[in-house]
């Protein structure tokens, strides 16, 4: 178990709607809708952490020449294949050294992916690596993009809700408990199933959250192409169900008027049924209105 779930009521009342309600709501059988949350970028800002971990670990494996931007790394995000942010630096760094003209399998050789990912989690988590109680690093200082009261009203409208998101457990944990003092959440995180746009982990969050919920819709809030896709593939794998990818726009991609407009596009072409400025718009009169609108939409088929 990650160290981060053990001391998580120290530091705020935990809620305990998570689970609890899912067994009523099963007995009673007024699920109305299921809610799976990606964290990065929907949970937590992570555009000076995550992202700011990454860049410093480019500059720093490419000896100071090259620091990406925002911008940079949302071309390569598109592609929907790094969500993963330590392989999205590996990927960067062999990418401004194949422009210098240097071999892409010499580059691979040379370049140790394990002190790749120690330089990246001493920046993210601080020193001292494996006590959340210490964590000082960038982690400490995310953002929050919701709060706990937000969750609560999904719970008291019928509409269950978990996480699956490529972050660490460690990392996952010590925002979700520690920093929003959700009480054991249903999380499948970088360790329990395959990266995105694999849906695997997505299935996984359903089967603990709501094993017995076969015909109810599942919304898949996310901010990346990747998570999109990921709701694609779910549609293709499990078409009993109805699947609805929701995208959220990270704060990052609204610092501009035409790159929020492109950001907006990318998601939706990546399959998005609505995209929001903020995950806390997704309350349960939305999911319900996208519910009829999307059936309005499959009768006038
Ligand atoms: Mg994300």
Redesign the pocket.
């Known amino acids: 178990m990650d160290s981060g779930l053990t001391i998580v009521s120290r530091f705020r009342p935990r809620v305990d709607s998570a689970r609890m309600p899912i067994c009523r709501f099963l007995e009673v059988g007024v699920i109305t809708a299921i809610a799976v949350f990606?964290?990065?970028?929907?949970i937590r800002d992570?555009g000076n952490s995550y992202r700011r971990a990454l860049a410093d670990t480019v500059e720093h494996f490419t000896q100071n020449a090259y620091r990406p931007s925002q911008v940079d790394i949302d071309r390569l995000k598109a592609e929907g294949l790094w969500?993963n942010d330590w392989e999205a630096s590996q990927e960067m760094i062999c990418r401004y050294f194949e422009a210098q003209g240097k071999p892409r399998a010499i580059l691979e050789a040379g370049l140790d992916y394990a002190t790749l990912v120690d330089f990246f989690q001493r920046r993210y988590r601080g020193e001292d690596l494996d006590n959340p109680d210490h964590w000082n690093g960038y982690i400490a200082h995310e953002p929050l993009l919701l709060q706990p009261t937000y969750l609560e009203a999904l719970t008291k409208a019928g509409i269950p809700w978990g996480f699956f998101?490529?972050a660490t457990r460690g990392s996952a944990c010590f925002v979700l408990e520690k920093r929003l003092g959700l009480r054991s959440p249903v999380l499948v995180a970088m360790e329990d199933a395959p990266g995105k746009p694999d849906p695997s982990g997505l299935f996984q969050v359903l089967d603990q959250l709501a094993p017995a919920s076969l015909g109810t819709p599942v919304f898949y809030v996310?901010?990346?192409v990747a998570?999109m896709q990921t709701v694609e593939r779910a549609k293709l794998l499990r078409p009993e169900r109805q699947w609805i990818g929701v995208g959220v726009l990270?704060p990052h991609a609204q610092h501009s008027p035409e790159y929020r407009e492109a950001y907006v596009a990318q998601l939706k072409s990546a399959g998005a049924a609505i995209v929001l400025d903020n995950v806390t718009h997704l309350n349960p009169e939305q999911i319900q209105a996208v519910q009829k609108a999307l059936s309005a939409e499959s009768t006038n088929l």
């Open positions: 990606d964290i990065d970028g929907v992570v969500n998101s490529g996310g901010d990346t998570d990270p």
